[in-house]
C-alpha cells in the first residue's frame, strides 16, 4: 500500500507558482521521498527526490518538513505543459527499491 | 532515443487469447520493473527483475501472467487466456540498480481485451 497522502486535484494559474503537498506520516528514517508526474498517455517521468534536506533541480524544488512527516513540491513558474499528475512516493529499498505509487495529484494549470 | 521503449504501443486481443508485451530497458541498466495502470489509477506494481533473476513477482495477479528477462536485457511480459479485467497500460522501467537510482519508465503497451 501507498505510504503517502495527496490531494486528488489542484488548480495553478499560469506563471505562478504550484505547491503540491504530501503527507507520509509513517516514513521511516532510510525512506526516501520521490515524485514523479505523468502526462496524458506516457510513462511517469522522474522530478526530484530527497531524504531530508530540502533539494532543487532544474524542474523543481523538494520541501521537507525537519520531523520528515509532510514534504511541498515546488514548480516555481508553472506553464501549461506542467498539467499532469503528480506522484508523491516513499521508496522503501528494503523492498528492492520498487516504487508503490498510489492515486498522485491531478495538476491543471490554467491560462 | 536512449530511453526505455516498448511494443507494441497498442494491442487489442480477443478474450481467451495469449499475448507477449515487449520492454527494451536503457542499455545497461541492471534494474527492470513492470507495472499495471488500470484507466484512472496509479500504477501497480507487477514484478521486478535485477539482470536475469526475477527477485519479486508479488504484484502478479495471477498464475496466468509470466515474465521473463532471459539474457538481462530485454524483458517479456506474457498474459495467458487473457480477460476483460486484463485491460490496462503495462509499464516498463528500468535503472542502473544501485541504490537511490532513479527509474525511467517507457511510453507503456495500451492492452484492451475485447
Known amino acids: 500500500d501507498a505510504k503517502t497522502t495527496q490531494p486528488p486535484s489542484m488548480d495553478c494559474a499560469e506563471g505562478r507558482a504550484a505547491n503540491l503537498p504530501c503527507n507520509h506520516s509513517t516514513i521511516s528514517g532510510n525512506e526516501y521521498v520521490y515524485w514523479y508526474r505523468q502526462i496524458h498517455s506516457q510513462g511517469p517521468q522522474y522530478i526530484i527526490h530527497?531524504?531530508?534536506n530540502n533539494e532543487t533541480n532544474e524542474m523543481a524544488s523538494l520541501i521537507i518538513t525537519e520531523d520528515r512527516k509532510s514534504s511541498t513540491l515546488i514548480l516555481p513558474h508553472a506553464t501549461l505543459r506542467d498539467t499532469a499528475v503528480y506522484y508523491c512516493i516513499v521508496r522503501d529499498y528494503n523492498q528492492g527499491g520498487k516504487l508503490i505509487f498510489g492515486q498522485g495529484t491531478e495538476l491543471s494549470v490554467k491560462p | 532515443g536512449a530511453g526505455v521503449s516498448q511494443s507494441p504501443r497498442y494491442k487489442v486481443a480477443k478474450r481467451g487469447q495469449d499475448v507477449a508485451l515487449r520492454c527494451d530497458p536503457i542499455s545497461g541498466h541492471v534494474s527492470l520493473f513492470w507495472y499495471q495502470q488500470a484507466l484512472g489509477q496509479g500504477p501497480e506494481f507487477l514484478t521486478y527483475?535485477?539482470?536475469?533473476?526475477?527477485?519479486?513477482k508479488s504484484g502478479l495477479p495471477s498464475d496466468r501472467f509470466f515474465a521473463e528477462r532471459p539474457e538481462g536485457s530485454v524483458s517479456t511480459l506474457k498474459i495467458q487466456r487473457t480477460q476483460q479485467e486484463d485491460s490496462a497500460v503495462y509499464l516498463c522501467a528500468s535503472s542502473l540498480g544501485q541504490m537511490n537510482e532513479k527509474l525511467f519508465f517507457g511510453s507503456g503497451t495500451q492492452l484492451s481485451v475485447l
Open positions: 530527497g531524504l531530508k
Open positions: 527483475f535485477q539482470n536475469e533473476a526475477q527477485l519479486d
